[in-house]
């Protein structure tokens, strides 16, 4: 079955360093969808990466899909306490419809 | 437009006791699928519900079934309660043609004692 990795799993940063977070799959992929948690929240979503190598960027936030669609990465760049939470990769598999969750890396911002 | 709505917020049921838990998906999805999430772990995806039918299953035993009703909101339910059962449910829903973003509500805390 698939196995998606997150790494690391927790993570503490003084605001303003950056961050990145990176999320690894046993099989090919369709597509990877990554979301945000805040603490006592649910998740919401974020971006959605379908082609191999996509690049995406939101503000502050850059996504990348790996070449061989198995990996991809969530880059903080500048990070303030918004931040604060917790991002999860959810990869889908080709013809699945349904979403599996990778364990997430906690993000923890420091002032 | 109200997006993805859940009911109860909280609650709390004893070890052998059912629970149902209902969900309202977004206005114009017509997809539902539950998740399990424990503390400090990711969302665990229980099933999906489609035209009315479950159509995917995670690992999960029998004593968690749903429904999902001709107006796409969909039910939850736990028999035979276990102390591992507690957790927060995540339900989310989505259009299926699209096969993009699922929106999640704010869940149901469940705590079996």
């Known amino acids: 079955g698939q196995q998606v990795m997150q790494i690391p799993q927790y993570q503490h940063v003084q605001e303003g360093e950056d961050f990145t977070t990176y999320c690894n799959s046993s099989t090919t992929l369709s597509n990877i969808q990554w979301y945000k948690q805040r603490p006592g929240g649910h998740p919401v979503f974020l971006i959605q990466l379908v082609k191999s190598g996509e690049v995406k960027k939101q503000k502050r936030l850059t996504f990348q899909f790996g070449e061989a669609k198995k990996n991809s990465s969530l880059h903080i760049t500048a990070t303030q306490t918004t931040d604060v939470g917790t991002y999860f990769c959810?990869?889908?598999?080709?013809?699945?419809?349904?979403?599996?969750f990778g364990t997430g890396t906690r993000l923890t911002v420091i002032p | 437009d109200a997006g993805v709505t859940q009911s109860p917020t909280h609650l709390i049921k004893t070890r052998g006791q059912q629970v149902t838990l209902r969900c309202s998906p977004k206005s114009g999805h017509d997809t539902v699928s539950w998740y399990q999430q424990a503390l400090g772990q990711g969302p665990q995806f229980i099933f999906q519900y489609y035209e009315e039918e479950e159509r995917q299953r995670g690992n999960f035993p029998d004593r968690f079934s749903g429904h999902q009703f001709p107006n796409y909101s969909s039910e939850l339910n736990v028999n035979a309660l276990l102390l591992g059962d507690s957790a927060l449910y995540l339900c989310?829903?989505?259009?299926?043609?699209?096969?993009?973003?699922?929106?999640f509500g704010q869940g149901t805390r469940l705590t079996v004692v």
């Open positions: 989310a829903s989505s259009l299926r043609v699209r096969n993009t973003e699922a929106f």
């Open positions: 959810a990869p889908r598999q080709t013809g699945a419809n349904n979403l599996f």
